[in-house]
């Protein structure tokens, strides 16, 4: 349960400035969450499981040529497409401004999937297998989701709780930047990141002795919505702004010193 | 007998079937409680241990969680100063090395023809008998091949074929020879220097893939993040043949020549003194003849060699070219890092690695925050040290040696050279003289493995003390732990291969010429020495300095002209329209990690492909010219034999480029790295001609190749093109992707 005493909205920034497409995040998240091991066969019918997966672009042609790296993961939107379109109340958004899947509600219509427009959404269309002793891996705080249900990402809001529950209610400090990274409760993928290009952190006003370095950047965003993209302050946009979505998620522009004549 | 955990359920259970009871009864008298062995208790609560792991490039100081006697994830150790609380995208493959399903459960010997991978179990004793039979028997010319580990593992494995009068080989298959041979050429030190590129103001690379592969890329990685996080964001120039993760994520990529970086590293040099002819550093390196030194190397005169493409001059000539981007770096005291990987891996790789550690020096730029710093030594001066590790000229002796039954024992521990070293060099074939005694520590089956007549496997790294001198280091020296976090699993037997080298030498005779009795017993007398303390080095996963200590910061008199008498375009070895370059695969990397899942399921960042071996070919020469489509199934040949892989149309790839990651076609070992069609998995390190480099190195970068379609195809499994039905994938680009010129917040 979420800590009465205070209140979170949880959010993330992707910087594309300092994302190198490595990896890491994609098989640390596999890691915590267990993700069963995307096989050959998953990639060939195009139903690898990523939580977060790391999109390349193409712009341009040999010698001037960009590759664009782009980790994208469930953007927990505050109007989810995802949300009203479930039968069953299978995913909702809870108090701390996460999109949650509920996994023992969800029968599988997938509605919500075919809604989604940053295809995050993965279905189980098989039953989670390991073989004989990988299964000894598996985190013992999350469940493995069975054949025939939808799964996303949560933020690794098994690693929220413990610290709301280690640093709130038995330590009786609010989680911030620093409890949260020095107590490892930082999503998986955003612990992993090399560059550091993913940033995690609390969006709420309310109480909030010391404000998340990610604030600004939504602060910004928020300011100067839709067409008042070329006012703002930061490289912060969202994904498929139009869409009126408005993610939890923030992306910020890559600087592109040398832009490709013609490109954008 | 000593009881363990392990061996207390085996008697438990003969116990309970009523066999041999009074056996079980007078042994059980001296089991501790299971209840008081701490990593088996049901207490709901998760431990974190700091360990180290020497198995990626750089190695990486981790922490694992670790509940009721089970690893469940690692993360980066936030103390550690290489990784610094981050981790490579390999890190957490670590965990389905401990619990793989295609372990060695335990000690094994052959049963069928050698290489069948026929086996069976034995108990540790009569393996030990035969080990040490072996060892004394035929001990003298043993040749002992292991990983390139240093610190006190190097030690063990020296002293004890020392012991016997053997060699101790160390095999990288990413061999890095000329680039080691050049770092002690220019700064005297025999390990290789660190890039400060956290604190650097620019940046420019030359061939070496380092956000990926080479060096550290996690080191590398962290300290990029961070020179693009500052207020004055600095550029990236990289120089190289192919379109690397590294080429990539520079500001800007200058494709050259496979085998020019040297000349592109001079250009530049030439570019700075002309532009700073008053530079006291541009003065130190040209000596009394100035900026004309550099003549030779005026990027006009070396245009054909280095075969910029016009576009990318953007109507400069090469000399305004080199000049302009001199002007910026030097200005900005520009950081150089790279001549090693790829660009070392060519006939003149010495040149290119010696040119680009140069050029720091021409920029001021050694020794010093934001510079290239020079190693420090290792931490355990007395260890065998990287640059020992053993070069093709030398493994070219080692497999005539082991046909001959010159050496007539082998023995193997983390390294598998048969799959890694080109066929031509003939290890494989060498092995199978049935004279020669084959024994295998290895964990896992592999190429090399399943030609041993012994099985003796070796516990993983969580499982184990180990202990290793990081390279490169940062700036200053640093010592990783590693602990065993977690027993074995019951139906586990492994046991650790230093300390099976220390007891058969006691066994034999030879104790007193070992560095210990145990593994660890030495790790504590390496930590003793520092001057630290065992529980504070386990705590934080190894032992660090916080002096930064460097070599001068000035070259040798002498150092150009050395240097300049080196330069000489790359000789390839065959012929054929395309130059083949291999390269380590991101999280395969040279084929080490093949057995892992998740390694195998991490889409390449550039290709996205998974589980396959590509080749990359200029998507509009692969369209146009060849007729090519994705999924085409070609034949690369070089002069020294072929392999199938599936046609990847990459839009980056330079024209006549055949770009192949290393780590496929593995014809032994798990079925997550075996079983694949050949046409579509494939080991292009089998096929690279037997040549070296001045420095003995492999020029696994130097071949030519033909590409010749199969007229076969096969669908590539990638994450690319997944979502294209849907709403992401309908949007331009640039809708979704966006980009600004300038830096800011």
Redesign the interface.
Known sequence: MPNASYEHKWGMVV????C?????C???C???NNIP????DY??Q?R?Y?WI??????????????????P?LCQHCENAPCEPVCPVYATYHNEEGLNVQVYNRCVGTRYCINN????VRMFNYWHPNW??????????DVTVRSRGITEKCTFCVQRIRRGELKVESQGGQRLNDDTIAAG?YDP?CV???????LMFGDLSEDRQPSPSAIK??FDDVNAHPGHGEHDR???G?R??EEMNTRPSVI?????????LKG?? | MKLTRRNFLAWAGIAATGAIACDVFDDELKVQSPALIPEDLVSGRDTWYATYDASVPGGQGL?VRV?EG???????NPRFPT?Q?????????I??S????D?IAGPMLRTGPRGSGQYRPITWEEALNRFNAAVNERGQGMALITGTRCAGYATICKAFADAFGGSHLRYDAMDDAAYRAAVNKVTGVGRVPYHDIANAEALVSFGSDF??TWGN??AY??A??KF??KGH?G?HYHFGAR?S?TA??A???V?IAPGSEGYAAMALAWGVAESHPESPWVQAVTGEEGPGALRDFMPDLTASILQI?D??LDGESPNEFFKHLAHDYAAHGGLVIGGGGEAGAYSNGPFNASASLLLNYVLGNVGHEGGMLPDPGSPIASAPDNAAITTLTDWQRIAGDIASGATGLVVIHNADPVYGLPNGVGLGNALENESVAVISASPFMDETTVMADLLIPDRTALEDWGDDAPEPAPGHRVYGVQQPVVNP?ADLDPRSFPDVLLSSAADLGRGDTMPAASYEELIRANVDELGADFTDALKNGGWWDDRMVGAASTPSSGLLDEIAGMAAPPQMEGTGNFQLLPFAH??ILDGRNAHL??AQ???D??T?V???TWVEI???QGREELGLREGDVVEISTSAGSIQALVYLN?????NIAAVPMGGGRRAGSEYATGRDERESGNVMSILAVSANDSGGLTWSGNRCTITPTGDSM?V???????TS????E?P?????????????
């Open positions: 910087d594309l400035d300092k190198t497409g490595c990896q890491g994609v098989i640390a596999q890691a915590e091991i995307n096989t050959k990639f060939l195009r690898a990523e997966r790391i999109e390349r672009y193409w712009e341009g042609e040999y010698p001037n040529v960009k590759a664009r790296f782009m994208v989604c427009p940053y295809q073989p004989a002793r990988l299964e000894n891996q598996l985190n013992p490892n998986a612990q992993a990141c090399p560059t550091n290009a600004p950047y302050e930061t490289r946009y994904l498929l992306y910020l522009k890559k600087v592109d010193p040398y832009p490109g954008h | 922490l509940m089970r690893a469940k994830k690692v993360r980066g990784n609380g981050k981790q490579s995208p390999a890190a957490d493959a965990l389905q401990l619990y793989h399903p372990r956000l990926s890329p996690t990685g962290v990029y993040g693009r996080s964001r550029r379109y993760m990539a994520n500001d800007k990529w494709p493409p576009a990318v699993l991101n999280t899942p998740w399921n991490a889409p960042p550039l996205t998974a589980w396959q200029n998507e509009k839009p980056g790839a330079p024209p669908a499994s990638k994450m690319e093109g997944g979502y849907r709403e992401i994938g949007h680009a640039e809708q979704v992707f966006k980009t600004v010129s300038e830096g800011g917040h």
